[in-house]
């Protein structure tokens, strides 16, 4: 999934929560659930991708990043909760991981619809 994108990950439900900005999120996700970089997310344990946004141009990823790092915590939540909910780790849906389990099958969703963020 090489494309500009804005993210937050929540160390779990309503949790500490990080927002970030990266040019390939599969990679950028992958590097924050293996503790590969030290920081913020290694330090409180934050690796559930909740929400993702795509971007035409990492112009506009790092705008809205800057943005939506400046909000309250309130409307971080708000934004997670209209697209997900049930706070679901989304890294299934980008590695197409949640695409497999339904094809063979398995309903780990628990019978509720993947939402990917727009």
């Keep these: 999934m090489k494309q500009p994108s804005v993210y937050l990950l929540a ?3 309503n949790g500490t929560l990080y927002v970030g900005v990266t040019s390939d999120l599969i990679k950028r996700i992958w590097q924050h659930r293996n503790h590969v970089v030290e920081g913020f997310t290694n330090k409180y344990h934050v690796e559930l991708l909740v929400w993702f946004e795509q971007h035409e141009s990492m112009v506009s990823a790092i705008a809205r990043e800057k943005a ?3 909000w309250n915590r309130a409307w971080k939540l708000n934004l997670i909760e ?3 909910p ?5 890294w299934p849906v980008i590695t197409g ?3 497999d389990s339904r094809l063979r099958g398995n309903d780990e969703w628990g019978g509720g619809s993947i939402v990917i963020p727009a």
């Design 11 to 13: 160390s779990q439900r």
């Design 68 to 70: 939506i790092k400046k």
């Design 82 to 84: 209209k697209t997900n």
């Design 86 to 90: 049930g706070w679901q780790d989304l």
């Design 97 to 99: 991981e949640a695409l």
